[in-house]
């Protein structure tokens, strides 16, 4: 591990400690709840979408669970305005791991992706393509 992971890691827990973003926004487009039951993460991600529906404007979480899930949340709501729905469906977990910018080991990939996913599941729900109370990360 090099001086870059050490950088990466308080960056970690800075969004840990300091989150953005966090509290949840009063009239979302969007709004969808998940967890990572092995952890007892649970994230909720509300979205507002700009006029034209695919624009993300703002995103907020709420929740909490661990430093990783909860850094995850916060860095992807800072990392999300601006982009469109699509851009966030294509995200995958290679995304957040380069954005999280530390190597996580196979047990914390679920803690790491689970914001990203709970996003991905409302947008899908908000578009009508899926139907899911709760985004779980157990398969």
């Known amino acids: 591990m090099g001086l870059g992971s050490d950088m990466y890691r308080q960056q970690i827990l800075d969004h840990y400690k300091n989150p953005r973003n966090y509290g949840e926004i009063e009239d979302p487009t969007f709004t969808h709840i ?31 669970g661990c430093a990783i899930s909860q850094a995850s949340a916060s860095m992807l709501s800072t990392k999300l305005p601006g982009t469109t729905i699509e851009e966030l469906l294509e995200m995958d977990r290679d995304d ?27 947008a899908e729900i908000y578009q009508g393509e899926l139907d899911v109370e709760k985004t779980t990360t157990e398969d």
Do not use: Y
């Not at 967890?35 to 909490?64: H, W, Y």
């Not at 791991?97 to 996003?119: F, H, N, Q, T």
């Open 34 to 64: 998940g967890e990572n039951p092995m952890c007892g993460d649970e994230i909720r991600m509300d979205v507002v979408l700009e006029d034209d529906e695919e624009t993300i404007e703002q995103v907020a979480f709420s929740g909490d």
């Open 96 to 122: 957040v791991i380069d954005m999280l910018g530390v190597d996580i080991s196979p047990m914390r990939i679920k803690c790491a992706v689970l914001a990203e996913k709970v996003a991905q599941d409302g």
